[in-house]
């Protein structure tokens, strides 16, 4: 079953890029695209309009943080999920007051992958029928 949903990884490490969108299409997804800064990320976020995000939590050109806000800023309905190495609760405290969703601990494993989208699939269609 192919999820029609669109989905923006934004990520300054290619290897991450590549491996989210591979693990993504295995999930079925099938309209993904990517970015390598914040900056791309958020340009390609208001043309592409993703209904999730990927977004990588420390990147050159534009953070992840600032990223977070001008997503939002511009489409709330988005879902985020940062995906970050950063532990430090105060670091997650900040993403999760700017308006990220979803916060995915890197390097990350495949079932911890698929229990955030399926989390985020979940907000997504409770959102639709609400």
């Given at each position: 079953m192919a999820l029609n949903l669109k989905v923006l990884v934004i990520d300054d490490s290619a290897h991450i890029r590549i491996l989210l969108s591979k693990l993504l299409k295995s999930m079925d997804f099938e309209?993904?695209?990517?970015?390598?800064?914040?900056?791309?990320?958020?340009?390609?976020?208001?043309?592409?309009?993703?209904?999730i995000v990927f977004l990588d939590g420390i990147m050159p050109e534009m953070d992840g943080l600032t990223a977070l806000g001008e997503i939002k800023k511009n489409h709330p309905e988005t879902l985020v999920v940062i995906s970050s190495s950063l532990s430090e609760r105060e670091r997650v405290l900040q993403f999760k007051e700017a308006g990220a969703d979803f916060y995915l601990l890197k390097p990350f494993e495949r079932p911890k992958l698929e229990e955030i989208v399926k989390k985020a699939l979940a907000l997504l269609e409770s959102r639709s029928k609400g």
């Amino acid at each position: 079953m192919a999820l029609n949903l669109k989905v923006l990884v934004i990520d300054d490490s290619a290897h991450i890029r590549i491996l989210l969108s591979k693990l993504l299409k295995s999930m079925d997804f099938e309209t993904i695209e990517t970015a390598e800064n914040g900056r791309l990320g958020v340009e390609k976020a208001g043309t592409f309009k993703p209904d999730i995000v990927f977004l990588d939590g420390i990147m050159p050109e534009m953070d992840g943080l600032t990223a977070l806000g001008e997503i939002k800023k511009n489409h709330p309905e988005t879902l985020v999920v940062i995906s970050s190495s950063l532990s430090e609760r105060e670091r997650v405290l900040q993403f999760k007051e700017a308006g990220a969703d979803f916060y995915l601990l890197k390097p990350f494993e495949r079932p911890k992958l698929e229990e955030i989208v399926k989390k985020a699939l979940a907000l997504l269609e409770s959102r639709s029928k609400g």
